[in-house]
């Protein structure tokens, strides 16, 4: 059966805003998980298990891959499919983790908006993206709009989360891989790695995209997403 209703699960300091054109786009039953409030990533995941329909599609950019592998870990049978964007199946490195609690001690002095903004252009749109006013707005609009605690509660649970590169050998529902050519937060060789894990999953790396593929390249991502969810849900069967 095709899917009835798509779980949406946000990037770190993200909201619906980032999901906007797919909500639109998509002939689903359209639900965004809150990823923001909690400090952990099985904590968060058993949250939205709580109040998400006994059987959904999931499709998570980044933070919210990551949660994904964790509503996996914890309700593959409520899982009909699966789609990761711009996503990281390993855990966090030393370096990183020191990295984020930088940042927290520097967003936590008042230095939220700086961040942000000197992160943006580099870090996370392609190069063709970078001068958009409209998306460069939204995105920091949704940084800010969740705020200081907001950003310390995510980093925690992002330099605490667990390695799911075992956890991609389990996945045994129709699953699509998508990232942007130009992500150099989440590069295209972790999906190619993804890709390469999930039996019969689909990979698809979009020109002129960076890290924020729903909402740099929102055309190709509904294409990916309606072709993934007309495909039958029955685990096993791809």
């Known amino acids: 059966m095709p899917a009835e209703n798509l779980l949406l699960l946000p990037g770190m300091m993200c909201d619906e ?30 949250a939205i298990l709580d109040t998400a329909p006994d059987s959904f599609a999931a499709a998570g950019l980044s933070m919210g891959g990551i949660v994904a592998f964790e509503l996996w870990r914890q309700a ?16 966090d490195t030393p370096d990183k983790r020191t990295m984020r ?9 008042g230095q939220l908006k700086k961040l942000a903004t000197e992160s943006l252009k580099p870090a996370y749109l392609a190069k063709a993206n970078r001068d958009d006013q409209e998306l460069l707005d939204e995105i920091l609009a949704m940084a800010l709009d969740a705020g200081e605690d907001v950003f310390e509660r995510q980093s925690l649970a992002l330099k605490d989360r667990a390695d799911s590169v075992a956890t991609l050998d ?15 937060i989440c590069p295209p060789a972790y999906h190619q ?3 390469q894990r999930i039996p019969g999953a689909h990979l698809v790396v979009i020109e002129n995209s ?7 390249q929102p055309d ?16 096993a069967d791809q």
């Open 210 to 216: 960076g890290h924020l593929a729903t909402m740099e």
């Open 76 to 91: 593959p049978q409520r899982i009909t499919h699966l789609a990761l964007l711009d996503t990281n199946p390993h855990a």
């Open 170 to 184: 389990t996945i045994d529902c129709p699953t699509t891989v998508i990232c942007g050519a130009e992500d150099h």
């Open 17 to 46: 805003r980032m999901w906007r054109r797919q909500i639109e786009a998509l002939d689903v039953n359209c639900l965004v998980a809150d990823l923001q409030s909690h400090d952990n990533i099985p904590d968060m995941s058993a």
């Open 101 to 109: 609690m930088d940042q927290v001690r520097q967003v936590l002095s």
């Open 220 to 235: 190709i991502v509904n294409q990916e997403l309606q072709r993934l969810l007309r495909h039958g849900g029955s685990h």
């Open 193 to 195: 790695l993804i890709a």
